[in-house]
């Protein structure tokens, strides 16, 4: 009998450690899982009851959180609408997929998720928000994701309306309830809600049945929402020119608009929370519940008047920090209702989706799949940090391009457009106050260096 060659012996543990890995974050190639994604809009991760909000109501996905794991460090990692879409269904950020604002992706359509589970044979819908260019109905056995620009009430074809979530919510249980008995399925809910109906004078436009939520309540102001917080940026976003400053006038400019501006915006998340839950309800009803990969998250964090500001695309931990559910039925029984630290990012998404498929992930995706970090036996080596991007957006001046390296006691920031850069201790500056000027260079070449 033949010997290895030596080389080959040498290489021995490493394969061992490697298969070792890959079993643990592979599901069952012979049961591939249905998948549901619940995707919110401009919902950032603390604006549920489980992460400790103490007015906004989340009974739904707090059971949800219940019921599988929640991530308490999810990112995005380019915060606006159309670009973080397109990382969700590409598992790549902004650089790569070529999206900079609410174009279509360039990547090849055979790669991001939809299409390779369509190509394994599930079946496939999307319902919602798309603003990736013009919905590509021909791509998905069940496509409704035409609803732009922003609308809350539409108006049918009876000449009646319909609230934005309602329609979201019939469209993902006509999709369920329609569905090939027999297929494994694939739906992306991507809920309106709670983004603001820009071109409205209010904003919010939640369901007159909500409007009893949180009528007696007060929603606390958060502490850098003050004009000094707000003189503290960088002079080239601390003006009037600067869109979130415009947006926070359009919702926050007085007491009295906050409090009415922050309970419409959520009674659109309860309203979210609801119809997540329904769906859940018919997964429970067909007997596929337990069958079927759910996750909720969002497309990107929300200013609630930090800093002066609202809306997103800065890179700042409001804007960026999302929240992130996912029931796994692979998941540990030890595991359920707990919750991860480890950083997970939005271009993890579509590796984690494929996973449950037993579909691997091209190449060209940039994320992992999230299972490694709840296996029987996790994978050891996960990221320590990520790189943020945002391009401009109509101007400068509108809105700044701007990039990150964050870690989780360090944020570099960096504006190319006026050549800025900020340094942040995160365990020190809290929430971004207290910016780090001396040794701004050195620090920052050492921190690179370590990468």
């Avoid at 009851?49 to 995005?76: K, Q, W």
């Avoid at 995160?426 to 207290?434: I, Q």
Wanted: charged share 25%; proline share 7%; with cysteine.
């Amino acid at each position: 009998m033949k010997s290895f060659p030596m080389r080959l012996v040498r290489l021995l543990p490493w394969f061992v450690a490697l298969f070792a890995v890959t079993r643990a974050a592979t599901p069952d190639q012979a049961a591939p899982l249905n998948v549901v994604i619940l995707y919110a809009d401009d919902w950032r991760h603390d604006t549920l009851g489980c992460a400790g909000n103490p007015i906004v109501l989340t009974p739904r996905l707090d059971a949800l959180a219940r019921e599988g794991l929640r991530f308490t460090n999810s990112f995005v990692t380019t915060s606006i609408c159309g670009v973080s879409r397109a990382t969700l269904l590409t598992g790549q950020g902004m650089s790569r997929h070529g999206n900079k604002a609410f174009d279509m992706f360039r990547t090849p359509w055979a790669e991001p998720y939809p299409a390779l589970l369509r190509g394994r044979g599930y079946w496939v819908g999307h319902v919602g928000k798309w603003h990736n260019g013009p919905f590509p109905a021909d791509r998905y056995d069940f496509g409704k994701g035409t609803i732009t620009p922003m609308r809350h009430w539409l108006k049918q074809a009876d000449g009646t309306e319909v609230h934005v979530t309602r329609k979201n919510e019939n469209d993902a249980l006509e999709f369920l309830r329609t569905r090939p008995a027999g297929k494994p399925f694939c739906l992306t809910l991507a809920f309106v809600a709670a983004h603001a109906e820009d071109q409205h004078p209010k904003q919010y436009l939640p369901q007159p049945e909500s409007l009893a939520l949180y009528r007696d309540v007060t929603v606390p102001v958060p502490r850098t929402a003050t004009d000094e917080h707000f003189r503290r940026l960088p002079p080239f976003l601390a003006n009037d020119r600067n869109e979130g400053r415009n947006r926070w006038k359009w919702r926050f400019d007085t007491p009295e608009k906050y409090q009415e501006y922050m309970k419409n915006y959520y009674r659109l998340c309860a309203e979210a929370d609801a119809a997540s839950g329904r769906v859940i309800d018919e997964l429970q009803r067909q007997g596929v519940l337990d069958r079927t990969l759910i996750i909720f998250t969002g497309d990107n964090g929300y200013f609630h008047g930090e800093h002066g500001l609202a809306d997103k695309w800065y890179p700042h931990e409001e804007s960026i920090r999302v929240p992130l559910i996912v029931r796994d039925p692979r998941l540990p029984a030890a595991r359920r209702g707990r919750t991860e630290a480890a950083f997970a990012l939005n271009v993890d998404l579509a590796p984690t989706i494929l996973g449950a498929a037993g579909v691997p992930a091209p190449r060209g995706m940039q994320g992992s799949d999230l299972a490694a970090l709840y296996a029987e036996t996790p994978v050891n080596g996960w990221r320590t940090e990520f790189f943020y991007e945002h391009a401009v957006i109509r101007s400068v001046d509108f809105i700044p391009s701007s990039e990150a390296l964050v870690r989780r006691d360090w944020k570099y920031m960096f504006w190319p457009d006026h050549g800025r850069e900020q340094l942040f201790h995160l365990a020190r500056s809290e929430e971004h106050t207290s910016e780090l000027q001396s040794r701004l260079h050195l620090v920052c070449r050492l921190l690179l260096e370590k990468k």
